[in-house]
T-cell receptor, first 113, second 111 residues
Framework: DAGITQSPRYKITETGRQVTLMCHQT?????MFWYRQDLGHGLRLIYY???????DKGEVPDGYVVSRSKTENFPLTLESATRSQTSVYFC????????????FGSGTRLTVV | AQTVTQSQPEMSVQEAETVTLSCTYD???????LFWYKQPPSRQMILVIR??????QNATENRFSVNFQKAAKSFSLKISDSQLGDAAMYFC????????FGAGTRLTVKP
């Protein structure tokens, strides 16, 4: 009963490389989200998806790409990683909008060297 | 989109005492929801309490309660009888469809 799983948990990559962070949920939640967490900024929304094949930009979408071909998966791709993208990345899901809180994954710590 | 401000980067409290964490928000929506999340060193995000903006009654969950002032757009968290396990980062958040978070308050509990 994993609920929402992120992989990998830790990743080190080089500047300029493409890297994909995976997120998988088992609850058939319609909404899924990607956030990055940086000291002093809290969690900032990168992208979100209200359903399969529907995605929207959040606060800090530049340099990131998402897709959602299946309800349960919401991968986040850094097309050409930069050092400023070193962060902890959280995936979250929610049954629907509004009053439902999120269920969060355990996070991926990404270091770009 | 919503914005959330937590003006206290760090707070400390003596074990068994009460502490209040502040949060203000801004939104043009009339229908929204407010949350407090706790993040211990394990990094896991844990929902502490939730408040529907259309409800005037303040939410309460055991030792955790909120003071929701809709006109002032204020949503503070009160932790009573603080325990060592309450030490964590606390994030205030506001949700319409997506959720926006404040920068967080690091709470230290002194034995």
């Amino acid at each position: 009963d994993a609920g929402i799983t992120q992989s990998p948990r830790y990743k080190i990559t080089e500047t300029g490389r493409q890297v994909t962070l995976m997120c998988h949920q088992t609850w058939s939640h319609s909404y899924m989200f990607w956030y990055r967490q940086d000291l002093g900024h809290g969690l900032r929304l990168i992208y979100y998806s209200a359903a399969a094949d529907i995605t929207d930009k959040g606060e800090v979408p530049d340099g990131y790409v998402v897709s959602r071909s299946k309800t349960e998966n919401f991968p986040l791709t850094l097309e050409s990683a930069t050092r400023s993208q070193t962060s902890v990345y959280f995936c979250a899901s929610s049954l629907t909008g509004g009053n439902y809180g999120y269920t969060f994954g355990s996070g991926t710590r990404l270091t770009v060297v | 989109a919503q914005t959330v401000t937590q003006s206290q980067p760090e707070m400390s409290v003596q074990e068994a005492e009460t502490v209040t964490l502040s949060c203000t928000y801004d939104t043009s929506e009339s229908d929204y929801y407010l949350f407090w999340y706790k993040q211990p060193p394990s990094r896991q995000m844990i929902l502490v309490i939730r408040q529907e903006a259309y409800k005037q009654q303040n939410a309460t969950e055991n030792r955790f309660s909120v003071n929701f002032q809709k006109a002032a757009k204020s949503f503070s968290l009160k932790i009573s009888d603080s325990q060592l396990g309450d030490a964590a980062m606390y994030f205030c958040a506001c949700r319409r469809n997506d959720m926006r978070f404040g920068a967080g308050t690091r709470l230290t509990v002194k034995p």
